[in-house]
T-cell receptor, first 114, second 113 residues
């Protein structure tokens, strides 16, 4: 069964450093998402992406965040200057169509900012 | 404002019993709801979904009930098994198109042997 994959599984970085989290969505999917989950809290929407542009973003997704689909398979989340409060699990998700299609999640990347 | 919340943070049931996990939502305009299961260290795993034009939907051992009058969603798991132990989240579709999901806080389901 196709699945969303993410790398790395765990990323440790120093405050102020840039990080890039990588995702490979399911191959025939067209809509891509990033979510984050701070330890012990609920999953929070960050951004949705379709047709090579951002469709929607939450208030969390400020100027330090950016997303990119650099090729036909990868979908990346860049955090330009990490802060301690960026420490969280980051999940990528994808769907093949809009509306009520199920969002399939990847296993997540645990980001630890020291 | 939009919010999706869960009534109980932890639910403990005996193996083989049925369990019911509840969720309240506040956005009457939401038209799509999903239950996800999250095991420790893993991403949310789709369980079952329901659209707002339905009030019940059944899957394998799971049933989702939607009561739009009181904005309440529930997940029933029949004959619980040890592998059902996880955190369960309800999520709501924030709007049309490819919008992101709004998740509740989660209920930790513990299956007692």
């Amino acid at each position: 069964e196709p699945e969303v994959t993410q790398t790395p599984s765990h990323q440790v970085t120093q405050m102020g450093q840039e990080v890039i989290l990588r995702c490979v969505p399911i191959s025939n999917h067209l809509y891509f998402y990033w979510y984050r989950q701070i330890l012990g809290q609920k999953v929070e929407f960050l951004v949705s992406f379709y047709n090579n542009e951002i469709s929607e973003k939450s208030e969390i997704f400020d100027d330090q965040f950016s997303v990119e689909r650099p090729d036909g398979s990868n979908f990346t989340l860049k955090i330009r200057s990490t802060k301690l409060e960026d420490s969280a699990m980051y999940f990528c998700a994808s769907i093949w169509a809009s509306g009520g299609s199920t969002q399939y999640f990847g296993p997540g990347t645990r980001l630890t900012v020291l | 404002g939009e919010s999706v919340g869960l009534h109980l943070p932890t639910l403990s049931v005996q193996e083989g019993d049925n369990s019911i996990i509840n969720c309240a939502y506040s956005n009457s305009a939401s038209d799509y709801f999903i239950w996800y299961k999250q095991e420790s260290g893993k991403g949310p795993q789709f369980i079952i979904d329901i659209r707002s034009n339905m009030d019940k939907r059944q899957g394998q051992r799971v049933t989702v009930l939607l009561n739009k009058t009181v904005k309440h969603l529930s997940l029933q798991i029949a004959a619980t098994q040890p592998g059902d132990s996880a955190v369960y989240f309800c999520a709501e579709k924030r709007g049309g198109g490819a919008d992101g999901l709004t998740f509740g806080k989660g209920t930790h389901l513990i299956i007692q042997p």
